[in-house]
């Protein structure tokens, strides 16, 4: 069945139809971590959002090329133009090169992302790999008449530019506005002609570790670095072409990261780059944004282990990819332990429920509602994913397929073989293959403590279920107790035992 998915411009301000560039194929690129630091909770929700949205594009029959960048240089304290590169700091501070930073923290960050059952993406460039890219682009600036060198750095020139474009149209924010704004954060930059141009190069300072000649023909300009909102410009360019379908990130990134980011496209090429705009919403601590810069963020290995105050105990990757895709990707999650052993229990039913398909004994026919259920399944869960990737409609209409198959168990109604297996493939795709809830612990593969832990708990039961046959109440007990006061229930069934952690 053809589906029309519809996702959220923040360019246009509404949902819009999707419709690729080039027809089937789909070029996204969504902007990654800044890797200073171990990955928290902030930093899963948009890797999983645009996991999502990657998922299902495939789903759909698009062949699709997603680009997610590392930024290693560039990004300086407070998302301004002065202050110190945030890699240089931490290696300074450790005593540690600055690639060795942006190494281990780029490692740490893909762990993180495989335990959270996220893709990796077609592409993972890094900026200090496109250093050229970077000045060839700022070249166009400068030679189009949008940009200037002062001091052998060079800077957009955003009243230039917003006589010809409109500098603001993502954010909605205005020249006047943002000019008042910078007055009060950057009053002590004396080498821009305004203050509120940003930085495309930066000529480095004699104590700033990362830097690298300036090859194009500015003479002027220094050896120094690429200012932060450039390498996404260059590499989106590079890698997905002039004109790209979907760029995504954080919604702290519209203004002043992508905002900047059109303009560089416009002012280097004369058109926009990007066709949809989409952003994820913040995770909030008590109301506050979740971020290093807030000083109030969790490590997702402090979720993983538990070993954080505000923890009550350690979360499983596939809890925190829940608890995320619980709410749309654009409102606001607020963080608390409660909400995510909400969570855990929510995941825990999901599974249950993938799991006791195995157990319904099949009828030679359905009953008529269960038959009208079946088949009308995968439409009321496209129409949620197509509705601007209702996860939670999703997981909603999930639980109630949960329902019908405790129902199916219990035989409290009839379905046939190939209606059984019409539901199970049903919410085997929606559950693993779109939202990528999964038991397993890497993406695929059957984990083999999983797999052991099943064979010996096979072994258990089978011993209860022997006890039981010789009508050895106090040992089947004993079995059932101990299993118990593990935090394994066992359930009989007319099919013999089960059991759930």
Not at 9 to 18: D, I, S
Not at 442 to 455: I, T
Request: aromatic share 10%.
């Amino acid at each position: 069945m053809e589906q029309t998915l519809l996702i959220y411009n923040t360019l246009t301000r509404q949902k819009e139809a999707f419709k690729s560039i080039n027809p089937g194929h789909v070029g996204m690129y969504v902007c990654g971590p800044t890797v200073y630091g171990d990955a928290h909770l902030g930093h899963a929700r948009p890797a999983i959002t645009f996991d999502i949205l990657f998922r299902y594009l495939q789903h759909l029959g698009y062949k699709v090329r997603y680009v997610r960048n590392i930024t290693d240089v560039g990004h300086l304290e407070h998302d301004a133009d002065e202050g110190e590169d945030k890699i240089a700091k931490k290696a300074r501070l450790e005593q540690l090169e600055p690639m060795e930073i942006a190494q281990y923290y780029t490692r740490r960050f893909n762990s993180a992302m495989e335990k959270l059952n996220v893709l990796p993406p077609s592409i993972e460039p890094h900026a200090t790999g496109h250093i050229i890219e970077q000045q060839q682009l700022v070249q166009q600036i400068l030679d189009n008449g949008y940009a200037y060198v002062s001091n052998g750095s060079v800077y957009f020139d955003i009243e230039k530019y917003n006589k010809d474009y409109k500098y603001g149209i993502l954010s909605g924010r205005t020249l006047e506005n943002i000019k008042d704004a910078s007055r009060d954060t950057l009053a002590g930059v004396g080498e821009k002609k305004n203050q509120a141009d940003f930085a495309l190069w930066k000529k480095a300072q004699p104590e700033h570790i990362m830097r690298w000649p300036w090859l194009m023909q500015q003479t002027e300009v220094g050896e120094g670095f690429p200012g932060w909102h450039c390498e996404c410009t260059a590499m989106g360019r590079k890698y997905l072409g002039e004109e790209f379908d979907i760029h995504g990130g954080g919604m702290d990134l519209v203004f002043p990261h992508h905002e900047c980011e059109i303009a560089q496209a416009q002012a280097s090429m004369g058109h926009q780059a990007v066709r949809y705009w989409m952003h994820n919403n913040m995770i909030t601590i008590n109301g506050q944004k979740m971020g290093k810069s807030y000083n109030n963020f969790i490590t997702l290995d402090q979720f993983f282990t538990g070993q954080h105050e505000l923890l009550s105990k350690a979360f499983s990757p596939m809890t925190i990819r829940f608890f995320i895709l619980s709410a749309h990707y654009r409102g606001t999650v607020d963080f608390s332990s409660e909400a995510l052993e909400a969570a855990e229990k929510g995941f825990a039913r999901l599974m249950q429920g993938l799991k006791d398909l195995k157990r319904i004994q099949t009828a030679k026919g359905s009953n008529p509602e269960i038959e009208k259920y079946v088949k009308e399944l995968p439409q009321k869960l496209y129409d949620a994913m197509n509705d601007d990737l209702q996860t939670p409609i999703v997981i909603s209409e999930l639980f109630e397929a949960c329902h019908q198959v405790n129902l199916l168990v219990d035989r409290k109604a009839k379905i046939s073989q190939a209606d059984l297996e019409k539901l199970a493939e049903t919410m085997r795709v929606f559950t693993v293959d779109i939202l990528g809830l999964t038991n397993q612990t890497s993406a695929g593969a059957s984990s083999d403590k999983d797999k052991a832990l099943d064979k010996v708990m096979q072994m258990v039961l089978d011993m209860r279920a022997k006890a039981k046959e010789e009508k050895n109440w106090a040992v089947s007990d004993q079995i059932r107790d101990e299993l118990s006061a593990a935090g394994v229930i066992v359930k009989d069934t007319p099919d013999g035992a089960v059991w759930e952690v």
